[in-house]
C-alpha cells in the first residue's frame, strides 16, 4: 500500500545544493527533467532504472525556490513524491517546486516568529454572476484585536488563481516576518480570483461567456464593486485611499496598475511588479493619457507608484517604457529594475521589499 510515508524520494536536496529528481513509470519509453530548476538549459533527459524508476541529478542549483515538471512521451506532470505543488486554473499544467536552501534561512522561510492566519472567503460575485473564492491574510493577532488595518489587494499572474501568492509566492509568511522584525506595519492581504471564472468545487461547473481577453472586463467591477465592501463590512480595516494599496504580478500588475491608477480616490498604493502592459497586453495609452493631463493632482493622490522589472524579463522595456512616459509627464514614480527574468524569485523580493513601504501614516503614529 502507498502512503505519504513510503513515497517515492523526490526531489532529494543533497548538502552540496545538487539535487536528484525521481519518478516511477516503468512502462515510460522517455521521460525528461524541465523546468526553471534548468536555469535556461534545455530538457535534461533521465535515466531508466530495472525498477522502472527514472533518475537525474543536477547541479549544483543555486539556492532559491525553483518549478519543474517531468516530461512523460511529451506530456509535462508534476512530481507525485513532492507534496509542493504550483496550483494553475483551467489551461494551464500544475508544476512542482523544489527548494534548495541558502546557508541562513531566506525572508519566505517560516521563522519562529507569530503567525498570521490565510482564511478561503466564498462570496456571490454580481460583477461575475457566480460564487467565487477570495483568500484572505490576517495578521498575527487580528482576532484578539480591536485595531483597525490597512489593506494591501494583491494580484495574481496569468495562469495562476487565488491562492497563488500564497502556495507560489509564500505572501504570508513573508508578511508574517516583516511585520514581525517591525519592517512593516500589519496588514490584511486580499488576493482574489482575477480571472472570469467560478470558484472551483462550489457546485456544478459554470462557464462564462463572452471572455475573449486575458484582462477580464468583468474583474475591475468585482473588485471594486463586490470584494472591496465585502472586506470592508466583515474585517477590521481602515476604509479609506491612505489605508488601501493595490499591487500585482504580470497580469495582476497591468490590473493593479489601471485599476489604481484609474481610482486614485480609493488606492494611495499602486505597484506593478513585472506587468502585463503595453503591446499585446493591458492597453495603458488611454490611461496615460488621462495621468500625465493631470500629474499635479496625481501626485498629490498617491503615496507610492511603483513599476519594477527583472532585466531578462520579456516585459523589461514595456515595464521600462511605460515607467519613462511617467517620468516625462512629471509623474513621482518608483521604478525599480532587477536582475531575473518572469519568475516567482523576482516576485516574492518584490513583495518583501515593498511591503516594508506601505501605510507610512501607520508607521508613523
Given at each position: 500500500m502507498n502512503t505519504p510515508v513510503t513515497a517515492l524520494v523526490s526531489p532529494e536536496v543533497h548538502t552540496d545544493r545538487t539535487v536528484t529528481f525521481r519518478f516511477r513509470a516503468p512502462q515510460a519509453t522517455e521521460v525528461d527533467l524541465v523546468g526553471e530548476v534548468l536555469r535556461g538549459?534545455?530538457?535534461?533527459?533521465?535515466?531508466?532504472?530495472?525498477?522502472?524508476?527514472?533518475?537525474?541529478?543536477?547541479?549544483?542549483?543555486?539556492?532559491?525556490?525553483?518549478?519543474?515538471?517531468?516530461?512523460?512521451q511529451g506530456v509535462d506532470v508534476p512530481d507525485p513524491g513532492n507534496p509542493a505543488v504550483k496550483p494553475t486554473p483551467p489551461g494551464a499544467a500544475m508544476s512542482s517546486f523544489v527548494e534548495v536552501p541558502g546557508d541562513t534561512p531566506a525572508f519566505y522561510d517560516v521563522a519562529a516568529v507569530p503567525h498570521?492566519?490565510?482564511?478561503?472567503?466564498?462570496?456571490?460575485?454580481?460583477?461575475?454572476?457566480?460564487?467565487?473564492?477570495?483568500?484572505?491574510?490576517?495578521?498575527?493577532?487580528?482576532?484578539?484585536?480591536?485595531?483597525?488595518?490597512?489593506?494591501?489587494?494583491?494580484?495574481?499572474?496569468?495562469?495562476?488563481?487565488?491562492?497563488?501568492?500564497?502556495?507560489?509566492?509564500?505572501?504570508?509568511?513573508?508578511?508574517?516576518?516583516?511585520?514581525?522584525?517591525?519592517?512593516?506595519?500589519?496588514?490584511?492581504?486580499?488576493?482574489?480570483?482575477?480571472?472570469a471564472l467560478q470558484g472551483a468545487n462550489v457546485g456544478p461547473l459554470v462557464r462564462l461567456s463572452g471572455e475573449t481577453s486575458m484582462f477580464s472586463p468583468?474583474?475591475?467591477?468585482?473588485l471594486l464593486e463586490d470584494v472591496i465592501p465585502l472586506v470592508e463590512r466583515t474585517y477590521h480595516v481602515r476604509a479609506d485611499a491612505s489605508h488601501r494599496a493595490?499591487?500585482?504580478?504580470?497580469?495582476?500588475?497591468?490590473?493593479?496598475?489601471?485599476?489604481?491608477?484609474?481610482?486614485?480616490?480609493?488606492?494611495?498604493?499602486?505597484?506593478?511588479?513585472?506587468?502585463?502592459?503595453?503591446?499585446?497586453?493591458?492597453?495603458?495609452?488611454?490611461?496615460?493619457?488621462?495621468?500625465?493631463?493631470?500629474?499635479?493632482?496625481?501626485?498629490?493622490?498617491?503615496?507610492?507608484?511603483?513599476?519594477?522589472?527583472?532585466?531578462?524579463d520579456f516585459l523589461f522595456q514595456n515595464n521600462k517604457q511605460f515607467a519613462d512616459a511617467l517620468t516625462a509627464g512629471g509623474i513621482k514614480v518608483t521604478y525599480h529594475e532587477t536582475e531575473g527574468a518572469h519568475v516567482w524569485s523576482v516576485w516574492r523580493r518584490n513583495l518583501f521589499e515593498t511591503a516594508q513601504l506601505l501605510f507610512s501614516d501607520d508607521r508613523r503614529r
Open positions: 538549459a534545455p530538457p535534461q533527459r533521465m535515466t531508466k532504472g530495472e525498477d522502472g524508476v527514472w533518475t537525474t541529478t543536477i547541479g549544483p542549483v543555486p539556492p532559491e525556490i525553483w518549478i519543474y515538471n517531468f516530461r512523460v498570521g492566519d490565510v482564511r478561503m472567503v466564498l462570496y456571490d460575485s454580481k460583477a461575475m454572476g457566480v460564487t467565487r473564492w477570495l483568500w484572505i491574510y490576517t495578521p498575527p493577532g487580528y482576532d484578539r484585536s480591536s485595531q483597525r488595518y490597512p489593506v494591501l489587494y494583491l494580484l495574481h499572474g496569468n495562469g495562476e488563481a487565488q491562492n497563488g501568492w500564497v502556495m507560489n509566492g509564500r505572501a504570508n509568511i513573508i508578511l508574517d516576518n516583516v511585520i514581525a522584525s517591525r519592517q512593516a506595519v500589519p496588514m490584511i492581504v486580499v488576493m482574489p480570483q482575477g480571472h468583468r474583474f475591475p467591477t468585482d493595490i499591487a500585482g504580478l504580470s497580469m495582476g500588475g497591468g490590473q493593479a496598475l489601471t485599476i489604481g491608477l484609474s481610482n486614485l480616490d480609493r488606492f494611495k498604493y499602486v505597484l506593478g511588479y513585472s506587468a502585463a502592459v503595453g503591446g499585446q497586453y493591458a492597453d495603458t495609452s488611454d490611461l496615460l493619457k488621462t495621468v500625465l493631463s493631470r500629474p499635479v493632482q496625481v501626485n498629490q493622490a498617491l503615496e507610492l507608484l511603483w513599476v519594477s522589472c527583472g532585466r531578462q
